[in-house]
């Protein structure tokens, strides 16, 4: 588990490649991308106090989400994983 203090939720083509490089997470319900870095030059949303967890399969991801609420999830990346508030 890696815990954020803030998050920048906006859009990776509007974003400058230091913020792009910095992506936590693309969200698989709405495409959404979580960045560390500030957004200078486009909108973005702030998510603070959130906990980004990953799972070692696809059943242990689908066990978790039955049980708790969650900001964001992504099966996008090499494991699943979920955004939840701290």
């Known amino acids: 588990m890696e815990k954020f203090e803030k998050l920048y939720k906006a859009n990776i083509e509007e974003v400058s490649k230091a913020v792009a490089n910095s992506m ?47 900001v964001d999830f992504s099966l996008e990346h090499d494991k699943p994983c979920v955004l939840i508030h701290a």
Do not use: A
């Open 24 to 70: 936590i997470m693309c969200g698989s319900t709405n495409w959404d991308f979580y960045f560390q870095k500030k957004p200078k030059n486009s909108d973005f949303e702030l998510v603070e106090n959130v906990s980004l967890i990953e799972f070692e399969n696809r059943s242990e991801f689908d066990g978790f989400l039955k049980k708790h609420r969650v």
